[in-house]
């Protein structure tokens, strides 16, 4: 999955959280992307500023809101546990955070950057969740509000998207903790669980940017599996959908890489002129996403 994953050159850190959280490691969860923060990516500014004077009180509120989005950053090498005035800072923006952002959708509910508001502000509760290792409740109550209100599809996505997120993380959780269940048994059960949920969102969200993720998913289950034409079937579903992926020749070259290894370890390969073989796969310590 992570090769796949790294190919987009748009990610942000809501997006490399759910890779983390859908390939496996309890530890998705348990770390706080730094340096960069939530979501709502700012609208291009005009060339030439205009003086501060000039600049409405619901945009200065939205340029504060999004002052927040650089976290802290932990220092290279250590975990958020090991920094606790860092974890403090954190938690103490991401508050101030959370304050803006309700300001803005109080003041301003039909705003021009109240999807980008919305979607911050859902972010921001669930990395306040994470920061002080408690439940995701007050997330979830968000979450499900919006998917039940008159939100625009882009954030109602998003909202989805953070709930999937978690919810393979609590799945994959509980399934490592499955005493009764053989490690082949929980792989299989894993790759389904994650598969399931990328074709489930792709068919809700068919257009979402978060889709590419899913796709990603699904190509490189089709792959593990051996099944080329289904990676290519859906490598060209994705690009009807998002021609301008940046990703999408490197998704094409290494599906005609794995198709071509896959054929030189056929019975013999070995002896076809300019034949190789294939070196056999270290086997991960966790199930991979898609698989």
Do not use: C
């Not at 490691?25 to 990516?41: K, M, Y």
């Not at 802290?72 to 923006?93: C, K, M, N, T």
């Not at 499955?178 to 790759?191: F, I, L, S």
Request: net charge negative; proline share 7%.
């Amino acid at each position: 999955m992570h090769a796949l994953a790294n190919g987009w050159n748009r990610f942000n850190w809501l997006i490399l959280a759910a890779v983390l959280a859908v390939s496996g490691p309890s530890a998705a969860l348990a770390q706080v992307p730094t340096g960069e923060a939530p979501v709502a990516e700012p609208r291009p500014q005009a060339t030439q500023a205009a003086p501060a004077t000039q600049v409405s009180p619901e945009q200065a509120l939205y340029n504060r809101i999004t002052e927040m989005r650089n976290l802290p950053q932990v220092p290279q090498g250590e975990q958020l546990s090991e920094s606790p005035e860092i974890r403090e800072a954190i938690e103490d923006q991401l508050e101030a955070s959370l304050a803006l952002t309700r300001e803005y959708l109080e003041k301003y509910p039909k705003g021009e950057h109240a999807d980008e508001v919305q979607i911050q502000q859902l972010d921001t509760l669930r990395l306040l969740a994470v920061v002080k290792d408690e439940t995701f409740d007050e997330f979830r109550a968000r979450a499900n509000e919006i998917l039940a209100s008159d939100a625009s599809q882009e954030v109602k996505a998003a909202a989805e998207f953070m709930l999937v997120q978690i919810q393979l993380q609590e799945a994959f959780t509980q399934l490592r903790g499955n005493q009764a269940m053989t490690e082949q048994q929980k792989d299989a059960v894993w790759r389904d669980t994650v598969v399931k949920q990328a074709r489930a969102y792709i068919n809700k969200y068919p257009d979402s940017e978060f889709s590419k993720q899913f796709y990603a998913i699904l190509i490189q289950n089709a792959l593990e599996q051996g099944q080329f034409e289904q990676a290519r079937k859906l490598l060209a579903n994705m690009k009807a959908k998002f021609p301008e992926e940046p990703a999408l020749d490197q998704i094409q070259q290494m599906i005609d890489m794995a198709q071509q290894q896959a054929a030189a370890t056929q019975p013999g390969a070995a002896t076809q002129p300019g034949a190789t073989t294939r070196p056999a796969a270290p086997q991960p310590t966790a199930p991979e996403a898609g698989q």
